[in-house]
């Protein structure tokens, strides 16, 4: 038996962050390149480690980004400050844990990716 949890790969890769952060475009972009990019959805979940739980990843990526650019980003979903305050109580225990923690407000997704790579290469990790 294994203390490690169920869903968990040597590499593995967790994105988190609020609603509209950017994390599908940049998980969807990292498996494109081969990477073990995963979201364990932790913003909707109380249990503050459950993405340790879920994935226990070599690398958390923690997204962000200011409440009116996320809800610009999202204007088909109610995403009032309340609701992004809920999400981020949810998200505290893995921004403190991420080894990148990063601002997409005024950032192409290209410059996501770009800055996520180069964290990964100084950490000695090989293209996926």
């Not at 959805?41 to 503050?48: I, K, L, M, R």
């Not at 409440?67 to 949810?90: F, G, N």
């Amino acid at each position: 038996m294994t203390d490690q949890p169920l869903g968990h790969r040597p590499g593995q890769i967790a994105v988190v962050g609020p609603c509209a952060s950017g994390k599908s475009t940049l998980v969807r972009r990292l498996r494109a390149e081969g990477w073990d990019a995963r979201m364990p959805a932790q913003e909707h979940s109380g249990v503050p480690d459950m993405w340790r739980k879920l994935l226990a990843p070599d690398v958390v990526i923690a997204l962000e980004a200011r409440d009116e650019v996320l809800q610009a980003r999202r204007s088909d979903v109610d995403l009032d400050s309340k609701y992004l305050a809920t999400e981020r109580e949810r998200l505290a225990h893995a921004r403190r844990h991420a080894d990148l923690a990063l601002d997409t407000s005024d950032l192409t997704p290209e410059q996501v990716y770009e800055r996520v790579i180069e964290l990964l290469a100084a950490r000695g990790l090989a293209g996926g």
